[in-house]
C-alpha cells in the first residue's frame, strides 16, 4: 500500500521504534524490500539517491517502486534520498514520490533554511512530507561527499526545525556513509538532548556498518527513521559473485538475480527486527 513517510514516521516516533529506510538501484532491490516487510508485517521506506535517478529517471522509477508498494498490504513509501536540488525534488513529486529529502547541509545555515523552505512550499501543495538535514554526516554516498562530520546543535536544530515547516530531521551524530575505516564516535545522547527540542522524527544516515547493539541504541535514544544504502549493495553484489562462481556458465538474469534479491530481502528483514518495527505495519 503506497503511503507518505508522514503518519508511519509520527506513529514511530510516538511508539518508540524506527521505520527502515532501504536504498534501492533496481527492480530486484525494491522487490526485496517489499518482500520483507510483508513477512514481518512492517512499514517501509523505498529509496533513492540522486545518482540512481540518473541511471533510472525518477519517472520511471516511482512506476516500478508503485507497483511494488501496491502488491502488498503494508504501508510502503517512496523517497528521495540526499535530495540534490529543489528541481530533482520538484521533478520526484511530480512523478509521484511520496516524501523527499532536500540536502543542504553543505551549505550555510541561512541558504541551507531558504531551499529547504523552497521544496517544503512546494511538497506542501501535494500533501507531501519533507526531510532536511542540519550538521554533517561523514563518508561518501554516491555524488554526495562531505567532508567530515560536523555534529548537529540541539538549539540550531530546534530553531531549524521551527523555521522550515519540514516533516523530519537527518541528523549528524557521528555516523557515516559507506563501511567505516575506522570505529565511529556515535553521540546517541545528543539524539536524545535533540528529540527534547525538536518536536519531529529524527532520522539516521549512514547505518550500514554500524552494529546491532548501536542501531538499538540509536532507536531507544529518539531515532526515528534508519538509512541503510552500502550494506543493501554490497549483500547483492555479493550474492551475484558467488552465484557465478559456482556457475560460471549462467547466463540467464533471473538464475543469478534470485539469490541476489533473497540476500537483500534477508538483509533488509533483520534491520526490520533491529529498527523495532515488526507488526507495525
Ligand atoms: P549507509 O550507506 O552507511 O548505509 O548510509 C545510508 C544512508 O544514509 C542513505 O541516505
Ligand atoms: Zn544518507
Ligand atoms: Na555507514
Not at 181 to 191: E, G, S
Not at 247 to 272: C, G, M, Q, S, T
Amino acid at each position: 500500500m503506497l503511503v507518505t513517510t508522514k503518519k508511519m514516521l509520527n506513529d514511530a516516533r510516538e511508539g518508540g521504534y524506527a521505520v527502515g529506510a532501504f536504498n534501492a538501484e533496481n527492480a530486484e532491490m525494491v522487490w526485496a524490500i517489499v518482500k520483507a516487510a510483508e513477512e514481518l508485517k512492517a512499514p517501509v521506506i523505498i529509496q533513492t539517491t540522486s545518482s540512481t535517478l540518473k541511471y533510472f529517471s525518477p519517472a520511471y522509477f516511482a512506476a516500478l517502486a508503485k507497483a511494488a508498494a501496491e502488491s502488498v498490504s503494508v504501508p510502503v513509501a517512496i523517497h528521495l534520498d540526499h535530495g540534490a536540488s529543489f528541481e530533482l525534488a520538484k521533478q520526484c513529486i511530480d512523478s509521484g514520490y511520496t516524501s523527499v529529502m532536500i540536502d543542504g547541509s553543505a551549505l550555510p545555515y541561512e541558504e541551507n533554511i531558504r531551499v529547504t523552505q523552497k521544496v517544503r512550499d512546494y511538497a506542501d501543495n501535494f500533501g507531501i512530507p519533507v526531510e532536511s538535514e542540519l550538521g554533517k554526516v561523514g563518508g561518501k554516498e554516491d555524488d554526495t561527499e562531505s567532508d567530515g562530520n560536523e555534529y548537529t546543535d540541539p538549539d540550531q536544530a530546534a530553531d531549524f526545525a521551527n523555521r522550515t515547516g519540514i516533516s523530519s530531521l537527518a541528523v549528524a551524530i557521528g555516523t557515516a556513509h559507506g563501511i567505516y575505516a575506522k570505529k565511529p564516535v556515535l553521540d546517541f545522547n545528543r539524539a536524545t538532548l535533540i528529540k527534547k527540542v525538536v518536536p519531529i522524527p529524527l532520522v539516521l544516515h549512514g547505518a550500514s556498518g554500524l552494529s546491532d547493539d548501536a542501531l538499538r541504541e540509536g532507536v531507544e535514544k529518539g531515532m526515528s527513521k534508519i538509512n541503510f544504502a552500502t550494506e543493501l549493495r554490497i549483500a547483492f553484489t555479493d550474492a551475484i559473485k558467488a552465484h557465478m562462481a559456482e556457475h560460471p556458465n549462467d547466463f540467464d538474469p533471473k538464475k543469478y538475480l534470485n539469490p541476489a534479491r533473497i540476500a537483500v530481502k534477508e538483509l533488509v528483514k533483520a534491520k526490520i527486527q533491529v529498527c523495532g518495527s515488526v507488526g507495525k505495519a
